[in-house]
């Protein structure tokens, strides 16, 4: 049984690149949720999706960011143009449904050069 | 609003003696509580969570907690700590709508010989 599966675990990117980090949510989630976590932090609350739809975005930056989750295949986290405060551990978990344990993946730690 | 505070930024102990981490939750209804567990590179693992009946919980790794609500607390103890304890730990509470997790900024647990 598989758990939250992240990747890549790491991936360093030059300013004004994109990055794209991928999760694949534990058999049978359909919630996942990113976080971000900066150096000395805790995580804080990026955007929570379901199957097709995002439900809650409210800790995303307002631009460069997006997430998606298809219907098929992982969710993904895009940033746009990165810049050097992009850089952190961006940490992707799923549950079964609302209100439930979070899972999470091992994370992608972002260096923006 | 909902917040988690984590008084304590670092804490060491000596291998053997018993441990107590304090979280103190800020929420305006019974509140959904985790500890989770990071290893250094790793991601996040749980430990233990309440969700509604008897206040003190038993967690994996001899982790317990007990839920106070008159304090708003949710203090993680172990009797007994193994160098292999040595890590990062958060408190979180799930926000009312129950979309995102609250973390706290984490404890770092050092053990010493």
């Known amino acids: 049984n598989a758990g939250v599966m992240q990747n890549p675990r790491h991936l360093v990117r030059r300013r004004g690149q994109e990055a794209r980090l991928r999760c694949s949510p534990m058999?049978?989630?359909?919630?996942v949720y990113w976080y971000r976590q900066l150096p000395e932090e805790g995580l804080k609350f990026m955007v929570y999706?379901?199957?097709?739809?995002?439900?809650?975005e409210s800790g995303m930056p307002k631009e460069r960011f997006s997430a998606e989750f298809p219907k098929e295949g992982p969710s993904i986290l895009r940033i746009q143009q990165v810049v050097r405060g992009d850089s952190a551990a961006y940490f992707c978990a799923s549950s079964l449904q609302g209100i439930d344990i979070q899972y999470f993946g091992a994370g992608t730690r972002l260096s923006v050069l | 609003a909902q917040s988690v505070t984590q008084p304590d930024i670092h804490i060491t102990v000596s291998e053997g003696a018993s441990l107590e981490l304090r979280c103190n939750y800020s929420y305006g209804a019974t509140p959904y509580l985790f500890w989770y567990v990071q290893s250094p590179g790793q991601g996040l693992q749980l430990l233990l969570k309440y969700f509604s009946g008897d206040t003190l919980v038993q967690g994996i790794k001899g982790f317990e907690a007990e839920f106070k609500r008159s304090q708003s607390s949710f203090n993680l103890r172990k009797p007994s700590v193994h160098w292999s304890d040595a890590a990062e730990y958060f408190c979180a509470v799930v926000s009312m709508t129950g979309n995102q997790f609250y973390f706290g900024t984490g404890t770092s647990l050092t053990v010493i010989p």
């Open positions: 058999k049978g989630h359909s919630h």
């Open positions: 999706l379901q199957k097709e739809n995002i439900i809650d």
